[in-house]
């Protein structure tokens, strides 16, 4: 469908909206109290006619406003024809009461001033019958010309009184082409109603997502938001025209908001114009809300469409309130009044959907450190918009309504959006603030966990003060199924799923932070034995907290890393709080008679029997081979990082150092060893075994520029095992 077409499929049914619109107001009931009649029987006739006069109108508008593009465009013709060709039959009757004005008996062209009015009406019913003509494709001009008897007629010089006879046959003429005409097309409703039924049964609405599916294909077919929405901006453009006429200078001192707001309300008191309200409502919601996102990010921050961010939550607010307030039943003055309420919710739903939109976008900006100055101005404009316009809307409707509980609550409300940017204008300094500092601020995640749960508990006392005063006048005062329906409603997801998801993360930080506080914190000597960055924010680690596990990581970074899950970031392994000391008294003493095999790297014994045979073989193999090999680099999976080592070159290992033959002799670790490519002329031995020690993430980064081309060279390993080293390390 081009443009154009869409433009006239919605267009053209925009008339029968206005007349169903009309229909609607008309009082019928009263046009039928007013009759009178000669008895009782007759009066019942006529209120009976007109009442089916009365739904025949809206049965016609409403098959007019579903007919297919093409059945409209035909239908608009043949009434457009009709109107032209009463058009001509005026023309006729105009210039024979202007022949029998000036009473000029004899023939037209003997008169210059007779002549002229003839030649200038013929002239017009010519047009006439050629237009009528055109439209209806038919070169048959002669059908669309009955209006144009008596002009002709009038050549011949006829009496004066002749030529209204032969008007009123020129007009029975007319009415008998569109007699015939109407009854050669009496079937064509009929012919339209089976094809549809036709149409419809190909669908085989047989199950709900079908009849879904035959629904939105109609409302796209008909275009019914962009329908409606053009239907009100008419209604609305004349009622606005007219309270500006007949208002004249008591307009501009009553106000233009207080003006704008009457015309609203006079254009929304049927069902149509409400529903259309509704739409427009719901398109300048998201005609705010595009704009929010093209000035915070561009072009490309429109394209990202949230279902959430499309307006439809303004449309759908403002009619639920709208039904359960009986906005329609109300008088002008009260409409009034009840709408600039309801306005002011959808207002307030508005800017908190761009509060929404705002808040990810400037603390991204926060936290990434962008270095864009025009970004950074555009972010704290609009912070500094949603935290002074909610105030000025507060403040303005308290002063334009007397303030009781219900208006309280909704004040509140509007103050809280203004809360949450101020939360995120906190966050965002504080996030500035980290920037211009050497170290980061140890508790930033602290703080801004609470900012966060202020302005949350703020708004679930709010949300549980409306379900409990909409409760208390459900139950004392008018109850409905539409108020018990909206008060359920927004007691589940307003109130029920809010509590449930703070009270869940809220257990989420406090056993995470019982894990910490039971943890053991790292020594000084620990740390610098491990001498490695914390593998979660890769920073150097002046204290440390050590996991069941045995692995070392700063203590913030754990306890962010908690609050997702509840696993170690090196091994997956769960972390457990560490034992109470009265308890591991015992396994300690028992240690030393045991052999376990949760005996960390550190303190393997320093020479088993195996470990001093592989000595003994290394000391024979460094005999043969020439003093400067490449070092061997071999791999360890133990749930930490990998490490390398050069081959020691005596059987005495150095104190603290564990072999990889011992570890895995007590925990069943597995490893791949990388075989160092032969010298020149060793070509056919072996390669020999090599030893591993615990290597942190400090040694890899200073290895991995010197040694990245020899791991391609002259390394290998099993394609299974690489994996499973690779899948090892922490999640980044």
Request: glycine letters at 6%; a negative charge; one cysteine or more.
């Amino acid at each position: 469908m081009s443009r154009l077409e869409e433009l006239a499929n919605i267009a053209l049914r925009v008339p029968s909206m206005l007349v169903l619109d009309l229909l609607y107001k008309y009082d019928v009931e009263g046009l039928t109290e007013h009759l009178k009649a000669k008895n009782d029987n007759m009066l019942f006739k006529y209120k009976y006619v007109i009442w089916n006069i009365y739904y025949l109108g809206h049965f016609i508008n409403m098959v007019v406003l579903v007919l297919p593009l093409r059945h409209i465009v035909t239908l608009y013709l043949h009434i457009l024809v009709g109107l032209l060709l009463y058009m001509g039959h005026q023309i006729s009757k105009d210039y024979i009461r202007e022949e029998l004005t000036y009473g000029y008996h004899a023939a037209a062209h003997l008169n210059a001033s007779a002549f002229s009015r003839f030649v200038s009406a013929m002239t017009s019913q010519i047009i006439l019958s050629t237009l009528c003509a055109f439209l209806m494709r038919t070169r048959k001009v002669w059908l669309f010309s009955a209006h144009m008897l008596p002009l002709l007629v009038r050549l011949w010089s006829p009496p004066h009184p002749g030529l209204l006879t032969i008007s009123s046959l020129s007009v029975g003429l007319t009415a008998a082409g569109v007699a015939v005409f109407l009854l050669s097309n009496l079937f064509v409703p009929y012919r339209l109603a089976r094809a549809a039924l036709s149409e419809l049964s190909q669908f085989e609405i047989t199950e709900l997502y079908r009849f879904l599916a035959v629904g939105i294909s109609l409302w796209n077919q008909f275009a019914v938001p962009a329908l409606f929405s053009l239907f009100w901006c008419v209604l609305f453009t004349v009622q606005l025209c007219s309270d500006v006429l007949s208002a004249g200078a008591s307009a501009v001192h009553s106000g233009i908001i207080f003006l704008l707001l009457t015309s609203v309300s006079e254009c929304c008191s049927t069902p149509y114009s409400l529903l259309g309200l509704t739409f427009v409502v719901s398109y300048l919601a998201l005609g705010l809300l595009n704009l929010c996102k093209f000035y915070l990010g561009g072009f490309a921050a429109v394209q990202n469409e949230n279902i959430m961010h499309r307006g439809v939550t303004e449309g759908v607010t403002l009619l639920l309130l709208a039904l359960q307030t009986g906005l329609l039943d109300m008088q002008a003055l009260q409409r009034t009044f009840l709408l600039s309420i309801i306005l002011f919710i959808v207002t307030t739903s508005t800017l908190q959907s761009m509060i929404e939109i705002t808040d990810p976008i400037i603390l991204a900006l926060g936290a990434s450190r962008n270095r864009s100055l025009w970004k950074h101005i555009r972010g704290l404009s609009m912070c500094l918009f949603l935290l002074v316009f909610p105030v000025f809307m507060a403040f303005r409707i308290s002063q334009f309504f007397h303030m009781d509980f219900w208006l309280l609550i909704l004040v509140s409300s509007c103050m809280l959006t203004s809360l949450q940017v101020t939360g995120t204008m906190l966050i965002y300094l504080l996030f500035m603030v980290e920037l211009f500092r050497s170290d980061p601020i140890e508790s930033l995640d602290e703080v801004i966990y609470w900012v966060h749960a202020v302005s949350r508990v703020l708004e679930f006392l709010v949300a549980l003060c409306v379900v409990a005063y909409g409760t208390w006048e459900s139950l004392f005062g008018e109850w409905s199924w539409m108020g018990a329906s909206v008060i359920i409603i927004h007691s589940y997801f307003n109130v029920w799923l809010r509590a449930q998801s703070g009270w869940r993360s809220f257990l989420l930080r406090r056993a995470a932070a019982k894990k910490i506080s039971s943890l053991p914190a790292a020594s000084e000597q620990q740390l610098q034995q491990h001498d490695d960055v914390c593998s979660i924010c890769f920073q150097d680690m002046r204290s440390a907290v050590v996991t069941s596990c045995g692995h070392f990581f700063h203590g913030n970074c754990l306890r962010k890393w908690l609050y997702v899950q509840e696993t170690c970031p090196m091994c997956h392994q769960p972390v457990q709080p560490a034992p109470s000391p009265q308890r591991d008294a015992e396994p300690e003493l028992n240690s030393d008679s045991s052999t376990t095999n949760d005996t960390p790297a550190e303190e393997v014994p320093a020479n088993p029997p195996e470990r001093q045979e592989r000595g003994r073989s290394n000391e024979n193999e460094e005999e043969e081979h020439p003093a400067d090999d490449a070092p061997d680099l071999c791999f360890q999976s133990a749930g930490d990082f990998c490490g390398f080592d050069p081959v020691p070159s005596s059987s005495h290992d150095p104190p603290g150092h564990t072999s990889l033959p011992d570890v895995l002799s007590q925990g069943g670790e597995t490893r791949t060893d990388f075989p160092p490519t032969p010298p020149p002329g060793a070509e056919g031995q072996s390669p020999r075994p090599c030893d591993t020690q615990q290597f942190g993430l400090r040694n890899i980064q200073a290895f991995s520029s010197s040694s990245e081309g020899a791991l391609g060279s002259r390394c290998s390993s099993d394609p299974q095992q690489e994996g499973h080293h690779k899948s090892a390390g922490p999640p980044l």
